[in-house]
């Protein structure tokens, strides 16, 4: 079955050797996501490793997302957690591209709306403002994987919402191309939330089950606001990644 033996000569680890065996599996499609994976009796044959071995490394692949244990039924192969990198503003098409997921949107509401008082704020125009409200619904091969509601200033991108379909175009590459503003930088505020009804049945969890909820608000390179926006992510497919230096 694979490519990929066991080298007892080698240096490395066997759990660790016996980890990406697997774990190549995996990531080729060979087991997809869903299917059982045979049981350690027959993994420790195949391999020719022990029980520890197979055991320590499907322990490790479990807590990478990769696998999955269900009482009494065995082991079953997962999607990886989706990283989401907090030093970068880039559009979702973009980053699933980058992974070699496909892209699909759904507009879920497009119009123009008053600004809010909390939204005028940290926007900084006048309660009341004009701002066009863009909802969408992102998918990655088939699979809903967050909401975002974006609020722009409908005065500095006038018209932005008639411009094109954003189920097939990217708002941030029109904002960049029609109206040439580049988002250069953002301020962001990440929480863990329940679920509502409404983005439960968008994102096909269930009811109060946690989610990811992202507030950003980007500005142009002279520091003028420009848009506000709210994401939703769900809570078992993402996770947040930073680097950090002491």
């Known amino acids: 079955m694979w490519e990929r033996r066991v080298d007892f000569a080698s240096k490395v680890p066997l759990y660790q050797q016996v980890y990406e065996i697997l774990r190549t599996s995996i990531l080729r499609g ?21 029980r520890t071995t197979v055991r320590q490394a499907v322990d490790l692949l479990c807590r990478e997302g990769f696998l999955e244990k269900k009482q009494g039924k065995g082991t079953f192969v997962r999607t990886p957690s989706l990283e989401i990198d907090t030093h970068r503003i880039r559009s979702f098409t ?3 591209l980058q992974r ?13 709306v008053e600004a809010p008082p909390e939204i005028a704020e940290k926007l900084g ?6 701002l066009a ?3 969408r619904l992102r998918l990655a091969n088939g699979e809903p994987l967050s909401v975002e509601e974006s609020y722009l200033v409908h005065h500095l ?26 988002l250069q930088r953002a301020r962001e505020l990440i929480r863990a939330i329940a679920a509502p009804r409404k983005l439960a049945h968008l994102l ?5 089950a946690p989610i990811l909820y992202v507030e950003r608000v980007s500005f142009t390179a002279s520091g003028e606001a420009v848009e506000y926006l709210r994401k939703f992510y769900r809570g078992d497919r993402y996770v947040l990644y930073n680097e950090l230096q002491g």
């Open 94 to 96: 973009e980053d699933m």
């Open 133 to 135: 409200r863009l909802d």
């Open 157 to 182: 991108c006038p018209g932005v919402l008639e411009r094109h379909d954003y189920a097939k175009i990217s708002l941030r590459k029109t904002l960049a191309e029609d109206y040439g503003i580049r």
């Open 100 to 112: 070699g997921m496909t892209p699909q949107t759904k507009v879920i509401f497009s119009g123009l």
């Open 204 to 208: 096909t969890v269930p009811e109060g």
């Open 30 to 50: 060979e087991w997809k996501q869903g299917d059982l994976i045979p049981p350690e009796p027959e993994l420790m044959r195949m391999l020719g490793v022990s």
């Open 125 to 130: 125009v006048p309660e009341g403002a004009e």
